[in-house]
Structures are given as C-alpha cells and as structure tokens.
C-alpha cells in the first residue's frame, strides 16, 4: 500500500512548549490529509482536515489555534500543538488518500506521534 | 448513540480459530466500509475495505456489510497469534472516515 510516514514516533516536551509533528506522503502526492487524535484503548477522533494550500478544517471541538495545521506542499502536512498542557498528551495520528487508487478512499496512516506533556 | 458502535472486548481465542469482529452503525448514508489492524503504539493498518453489501475476500479475511442491518463484520480464519491487535472498523461518506473503538484482539498459540 501507499507509504505515508510520521515523525517524530514520540516526543516529550514541558508544559507551555510548542510540539511539531510532520506527516508525509512518501510516494505519492497528498492533496488532503487527515489528523486523528487517539486515547488509550479508544477510537480514532478526526481533528482536522489538512489541505494543500487553503487552511485546515477543524472539527466541531477541536481548537485551531492550539493545534495548528500547515500542508504547504503536496507531500507534508504538519501539526503544531501550541502551548502544550499535560491534558494534550496523546497519540496524534495523520492519514492520507492515494490519489492513484481508483476510487480515492482508502486512508493510508502514517505510524503514530506519542506525545507526553510534562 | 454513536455513528459507529463496536465491542471493545477484549477478545481471546485459541490458535487456529475463527474470529469474527462486528461493528453497527446508524446512518444508512455511509457509503464504504473497511477494516484496519493496529499493533500496539503504531499506526492503523488498512485490511479491507469494501462499498456493497456482500462478502469480499482476502487471503484468511473475509469483510461482510450487510446495508438492510447496518452490519459489517470481520471474519479471520485460521487465526495465528501474530493476528493478535486492535481491529477498528471504519465507516465513511463523504471523504470522512468515522472509526469504531477497536476490539482488542488476542490469539493465544
């Protein structure tokens, strides 16, 4: 399947500190990706939908202007967690559609950004 | 209620068994369906994924929707205990995904 890559794996960081996480689409251009937010043993929450060149759509709830998104090419979307609090610790997940496959709807994630806010 | 509704278990059976996985959901406007395996600490693995009702195969993995019932399931046969992870159904319509909470899977050798 398509390759989509996430870094870094894990990061900590002090509270009150900003955190960037980069997801690419190694071989394939993404002109939408997907930023999920997971909490231990529960689902995949969307946060926001990453478009190349126009701003982010966030989902009902989630805070742009704390968890910024930027996906200045086609191939790297990245989201900031500004002024990280403990309560952000989490595991961020990004996805993208391969734009080759003919129906354009299977997502591809990338492997995961556990986040701890100290 | 939620869109999507899946029994977390978790689920633990012997090597060599069948394991069936189900999700609801709500809204007969989800247009695909599909099936993504998760290790521990990684990211969500795409298995199946399938736009009608019926059966799709793949290798041990059959993915079943049935549309009247907004029923989909996950059938692994011959299961092997590097089968053992979290399987989160997946739901979309409209370029949006909505994922079931996962049924933590466990196969024991």
């Known amino acids: 399947g398509a390759v989509v890559s996430q870094h870094p794996s894990w990061v900590i960081c002090k509270s009150g500190t900003s955190v960037k996480i980069e997801c690419r689409s190694l071989?394939?251009?993404?002109?939408?990706m997907f930023w999920y937010r997971q909490f231990p043993k529960q689902s995949l929450m969307l946060m926001a939908t990453s478009n190349e060149g126009s701003k982010a759509t966030y989902e009902q709830g989630v805070e742009k202007d704390k968890f910024l998104i930027n996906h200045a090419s086609l191939t790297l979307s990245t989201l900031t967690v500004t002024s990280a609090h403990p309560e952000d610790s989490s595991f961020y997940i990004c996805?993208?559609?391969?734009?080759?496959?003919?129906?354009?709807?299977?997502?591809?994630f990338g492997q995961g950004t556990r986040l701890t806010v100290v | 209620q939620k869109e999507v509704e899946q029994d977390p278990g978790p689920l633990s059976v012997p090597e060599g068994a069948i394991v069936s996985l189900n999700c609801t959901y709500s809204?007969?406007?989800?247009?695909?369906f599909m099936w993504y395996r998760q290790y521990s600490r990684k990211g969500p693995e795409l298995l199946m994924y399938?736009?009608?009702?019926g059966n799709k195969e793949d290798g041990r993995f059959t993915a079943q929707v049935d549309k009247s019932s907004k029923y989909i399931s996950l059938f692994i046969r011959d299961s092997q205990p590097s089968d053992s992870a979290t399987y989160l159904c997946a739901i979309g319509r409209g370029g949006k995904l909505i994922f079931g909470q996962g049924t933590e899977l466990s196969v024991k050798p």
């Open positions: 809204n007969s406007a989800f247009q695909y």
């Open positions: 071989d394939f251009q993404a002109t939408t």
């Open positions: 399938t736009y009608s009702s």
């Open positions: 996805s993208a559609r391969d734009p080759r496959r003919e129906t354009n709807t299977e997502a591809f």
